[in-house]
Structures are given as C-alpha cells and as structure tokens.
Nanobody, 122 residues
Framework: QVQLVESGGGLVQAGGSLRLSCVAS????????MGWYRQAPGKQRELVAQ???????NYADSVKGRFAISRDNAKNTVYLQMNSLKPEDTAVYYC????????????????WGQGTLVTVSS
C-alpha cells in the first residue's frame, strides 16, 4: 500500500556530486522521520542521514560537512545531496520512512530490496 522508490545514483569521480531522491507513494496521510542508509560490498548497512518531520537532521560522522539531507513534504520526497564524494562512499543507498497511512496506522517502510547504486571512482 505504501512504497519507496530511490533514484539518482550513478558513477562519479572522486570529488564530484550526486543528488539522490526517494519518493513515497500510496495511501499516505503523513510522514515523520525519513532516512538514508547505505551498504557497501562486504559491509553492514549503516545509517547515513536522517531528517525528522520537523526538519531536524543528523548525520554519520563520515559524511558530516559533505552530505545534506532535505525533504519536500508536498512531494513526499526526501533528498540526499552528496558533495566531495570519496571512493569509500561507494555503496547501494536505500531510504526508509515512518509513515502514517490513510488508515491511521504507523508503518516503517523501507526499500531494502531496491536501492540506488553510487560508485565513486578514484
């Protein structure tokens, strides 16, 4: 009933930038926290950035000062602006969101099965 679709990944040289998008669709009443995670080959999934419904943000230490998370509530979309990319940022990036459905129950929705691949070459 509710799903997330990520986009915006690609191949970029070190020092470059990419902007990821994640759109929530379905029977949505409102969205609270939204977040971006990533999983590099052979590593565990890790939190990259989160943004609350009020707009408060937090970041992994490894991306502070380089990445910026933002959201457009009218579009049910969360963005991740990634600047000064490094080869160690190479990973599949996923989003998730805490969503209040039209039926008035909360669900945490993720798209672990999809993601968008970011590859940073040195």
């Amino acid at each position: 009933q509710v799903q997330l679709v990520e986009s915006g990944g690609g191949l970029v040289q070190a020092g470059g930038s990419l902007r990821l998008s994640c759109v929530a669709s379905g029977r949505i009443f409102s969205i609270n926290a939204m977040g971006w995670y990533r999983q590099a080959p052979g590593k565990q999934r890790e939190l990259v950035a989160q943004i609350t419904g009020a707009g408060s943000t937090n970041y992994a230490d490894s991306v502070k000062g380089r990445f910026a998370i933002s959201r457009d509530n009218a579009k049910n979309t969360v963005y991740l602006q990634m600047n000064s990319l490094k080869p160690e940022d190479t990973a599949v990036y996923y989003c998730n969101a805490d969503i209040l459905t039209s039926d008035m129950y909360w669900v945490t929705v993720d798209a672990w099965g999809q993601g968008t691949l970011v590859t940073v070459s040195s």
